[in-house]
């Protein structure tokens, strides 16, 4: 008998819950039919599990799509079918120099460089047929110039012709070509002035071992003549290698952005551009080095010596390292006094100064300090250059100067240079009837004295 009541009332328990899940389709059912009627559904969202439909209107739906636009750093707009601006964020006023509520009922094609004009309406047109996009160059009221790249869609809204607008700026993309392209001429020209310096120096050799026979005819010792012409040629073909295999990486950098350049991201493009920027100007300067010792050394160029003020030049060097020093926040002192002059070649003093400097500012940590002093001796100026830098042994200090191969290449690996441009410092104090020395205690910083003629 038990079992007969119990059967009933399992049977009314389910028949309520099927009850419960029919009045939750309903009202589902009933809110998407209101909003169909109503004309403003966005979306609906179907449900698997419950087997229901969630409604999203225009007023639940809208909302996230415009933060995301207001937030793009891209411009956005919407133009009628006449090419007025109904509508844009502010990324594209930004980029046109103007209020946003300035914009909006203006014409795109206003914005539009001479130049690009006739391209954007032609791009108007394509994309009647399918999206198209194309590089237009935009003016700003105070005259700036902004290359983009604009994607054109036709859109149907409510029966009425919309075209939207992508906007991306491709100002730094073509700002980083540029350098590229400057800094491979500049490689370019570099490697042809080193190449003519090459057969100079070929020429050169030739000439002193010549010299050699002449002299050993006569007698005389020519074996430290031979030591450095042999210690040239070592010199000489490890550069050639040193310099080679920079610009190959280099090269093969540029044929990578050169091949693959459109199907590359904006950050990785940044980043090899900044590495091929960084790589060249090393590169770069080791050239200039190694030219400027060439032709001190070897070249048969002018030796112009002339009166000038020791000062003014302490200051031109400090110019141009102040960058470097700030970055590292060293402190420059200039305690030369104004009227101390000396008897040299004005560019040979300018690089004795510059490379000493540079030097101690790589060898001098965080929050030191480089000071540059000169006293009258009589027929000669001593001038003295000090840092609070990390110092050296005696050992190096004897052999800084000298042609030692390990000076060489030890700075080079250590990504430090240096070798080239104490050689250079050397040989044009010897063509300046100078003499250079160093102070230095490992730990304690590093006083480097050098001499010069007095001038008038």
């Known amino acids: 008998m038990e079992k007969n009541k119990s059967k009933p009332r399992a049977e009314t328990e389910k028949l309520k819950k099927e009850n419960i899940v029919l009045q939750r389709k309903l009202r589902s059912a009933i809110e998407a039919i209101e909003a169909i009627k109503e004309d403003n559904i966005d979306a609906l969202l179907s449900d698997a599990r419950e087997n229901a439909r969630k409604v999203y209107t225009e007023k639940t739906a809208d909302k996230p799509y415009r933060i995301l636009i207001e937030k793009m750093h891209e411009g956005a707009v919407m133009l009628s079918e006449d090419g007025i601006i109904i509508y844009c964020n502010a990324h594209f006023a930004l980029m046109v120099n103007q209020p946003l509520e300035k914009v909006f009922g203006t014409y795109l094609l206003d914005y539009a460089d001479d130049s690009s004009k006739e391209d954007l309406e032609k791009l108007v047109e394509q994309c009647q047929i399918q999206p198209a996009n194309d590089e237009i160059i935009l003016h700003s009221g105070n005259g700036k110039k902004t290359h983009t790249l604009m994607s054109l869609t036709a859109l ?61 005819i006569a007698k005389t010792d020519v074996k430290d003549l031979e030591e450095i012409n042999t210690h040239k040629d070592s010199v000489m073909a490890i550069l050639s290698h040193d310099l080679r295999s920079p610009l190959t990486g280099i090269i093969g950098i540029a044929e990578l952005l050169n091949s693959d350049f459109d199907e590359m991201k904006q950050s990785e493009v940044k980043n090899m551009l900044g590495l091929l920027l960084k790589e060249s100007t090393k590169e770069l300067r080791m050239l200039d080095e190694l030219l400027e010792w060439g032709r001190i ?87 003295e250059i000090t840092d609070s830098g990390i110092g050296m042994s005696k050992e190096l200090t004897e052999i800084l100067f000298t042609p030692q191969m390990n000076t060489l290449l030890n700075p080079r690996e250590k990504n430090k240079g240096g070798g080239i441009g104490l050689l250079l410092v050397k040989d044009s104090l010897d063509k300046n009837n100078g003499e250079i020395w160093v102070k230095s205690e490992e730990g304690k910083g590093t006083t480097v004295y050098f001499t010069l003629m007095t001038g008038k």
């Open 297 to 383: 050394k070897y070249a048969s160029e002018a030796f112009l010596p002339e009166n000038i003020e020791l000062a003014q030049y302490v200051k031109r060097a400090y110019d141009t390292l102040e960058e470097v020093a700030d970055k590292n926040h060293i402190l420059l002192n200039n305690e030369v006094e104004e009227n101390i002059k000396v008897y040299a070649d004005e560019k040979m003093l300018l690089s004795i100064l510059q490379n000493i400097i540079s030097n101690a500012i790589k060898y001098t940590p965080s929050g030191g300090r480089i000071t540059v002093t000169a006293k009258n001796t009589g027929e000669k100026v001593e001038i």
């Open 156 to 216: 149907t809204l409510d029966n009425k012709p919309f075209i939207s607008v992508i906007i991306t700026d491709l100002s730094k993309q073509i700002e980083y070509q540029r350098k590229l392209i400057i800094r491979t001429k500049q490689i370019e020209a570099k490697n042809e002035e080193l190449e003519n310096a090459n057969i100079e120096l070929a020429f050169q050799i030739k000439e002193k071992k010549k010299r050699s026979k002449e002299l050993r």
